[in-house]
């Protein structure tokens, strides 16, 4: 299960299967069409859908879906403050690097279900193929930090400092920007789950 914790909250949750699990950090698979769950209001609402100030008066629950987006695999470097995720267009090709900021993530296992819990900073960076790149959510990482009491960002100098050590290793297509995995294809029988499973919304240990 890779997580979002928000303030010792699920904010989102996948399942992910694990390519290789190594001393650079863990590599995962997420598939087209796997049941995840993400925080909303009661009304239904998602986080992106309404001024943060009234996000943060609101109460949440986890509402079930699906992963609609394309088939994405994920590095977790080992006790890096970023990950990066590679995306791949309709047809399966690599489209470009995610570089997802965020807290370290601790990982947890139950025996029957295990998982990552890390805590996401919102601002990302988006590296194409030919390395150029851009700040991603810039004015949603603006508009949150105006409420410290509230949001899980407690630095943001130290977000966008990490942002640019990644952006540096990019530029000259250092690993994980070299080509590695940019041709990854999962096994046909890597299908998505049905259903999350048993244990999917334990207690986070952030």
Same mark, same amino acid.
């Given at each position: 299960?890779?997580?979002?914790?928000?303030?010792?909250?699920?904010?989102?949750?996948?399942?992910?299967?694990?390519?290789?699990?190594?001393?650079?950090?863990?590599?995962?698979?997420?598939?087209?069409d796997s049941?995840?769950?993400?925080?909303?209001?009661?009304?239904?609402?998602?986080?992106?859908a309404m001024?943060?100030?009234?996000?943060?008066?609101?109460?949440?629950?986890?509402?079930?879906?699906?992963?609609?987006?394309?088939?994405?695999?994920? *590095?977790?470097?080992?006790? !890096?403050?970023?990950?990066?995720? &590679?995306?791949? /267009?309709?047809?399966?090709?690599? #489209? =470009?690097?995610?570089?997802?900021?965020?807290?370290?993530?601790?990982?947890?296992?139950?025996?029957?279900?295990?998982?990552?819990?890390?805590?996401?900073?919102?601002?990302?960076?988006?590296?194409?193929?030919?390395?150029?790149?851009?700040?991603?959510?810039?004015?949603? *990482?603006?508009?949150?930090? !105006?409420?410290?009491?509230?949001? &899980?960002?407690? /630095?943001?100098?130290?977000?966008? #400092? =990490?942002?640019?050590?990644?952006?540096?290793?990019?530029?000259?297509?250092?690993?994980?920007?070299?080509?590695?995995?940019?041709?990854?294809?999962?096994?046909?029988?890597?299908?998505?789950?049905?259903?999350?499973?048993?244990?999917?919304d334990r207690?986070?240990?952030?």
């Open positions: 299960m890779h997580r979002n914790v928000r303030h010792g909250r699920i904010g989102w949750v996948r399942p992910a299967r694990v390519v290789l699990d190594d001393d650079r950090g863990l590599l995962l698979w997420v598939a087209r049941p995840v769950a993400h925080e909303v209001t009661e009304a239904g609402l998602g986080m992106r001024p943060f100030a009234e996000w943060v008066t609101s109460s949440y629950r986890l509402a079930r879906g699906r992963w609609n987006g394309p088939p994405v695999l994920k *590095f977790l470097p080992t006790g !890096a403050a970023h990950s990066v995720w &590679w995306f791949s /267009d309709a047809r399966g090709r690599f #489209a =470009e690097w995610y570089v997802n900021l965020e807290e370290p993530g601790v990982r947890w296992d139950d025996g029957s279900v295990a998982g990552v819990d890390m805590i996401d900073q919102d601002l990302d960076v988006v590296v194409r193929p030919d390395r150029s790149w851009e700040w991603k959510d810039e004015e949603e *990482f603006t508009e949150r930090l !105006a409420f410290p009491d509230h949001y &899980w960002v407690p /630095d943001p100098d130290a977000v966008r #400092a =990490e942002g640019k050590r990644v952006v540096a290793r990019a530029e000259t297509g250092e690993f994980p920007f070299d080509g590695t995995w940019c041709d990854f294809t999962p096994p046909a029988d890597w299908t998505a789950p049905s259903e999350l499973p048993a244990g999917w207690p986070p240990v952030r």
